[in-house]
């Protein structure tokens, strides 16, 4: 069966950019002094919550109990540096606000 040739349509109007042309000198944006360790402290908050919830989710899936511990250990783990990463940031970036640098 042949098939029927496309047509190629073309349009007379020009499209329009939609974005709006960067500005060149663009503000900083502060965070909120006490947002972003609050934000820390949900995220760690949620990890914990999951490394408690993965192990009995795994067990009623019929995981063995040393499977879950195992499974239970290693986020404890990976949740632990985690934390200790993000606070060791949060404090460098504290002490570079009191010195007045400026963050790029």
């Known amino acids: 069966m042949p098939v029927p040739p496309t047509v190629a349509v073309r349009s007379s109007v020009t499209p329009t950019p939609t974005l709006a042309a960067p500005r060149a000198d663009p503000a900083p944006v502060e ?4 947002r972003g360790e609050q934000a820390a402290g949900d995220v760690v908050r949620w990890a914990v919550f ?55």
């Open 31 to 34: 965070p909120a002094a006490g």
């Open 50 to 104: 999951c490394c408690v919830l993965v192990p009995v989710v795994l067990v009623v899936y019929g995981t063995s109990l040393g499977g879950a511990a195992g499974a239970a250990l290693g986020l404890l783990s990976v949740t632990a540096a985690c934390r200790l990463l993000l606070r060791r940031s949060e404090r460098g970036l504290r002490a570079e606000t009191a010195r007045g640098g400026r963050r790029r």
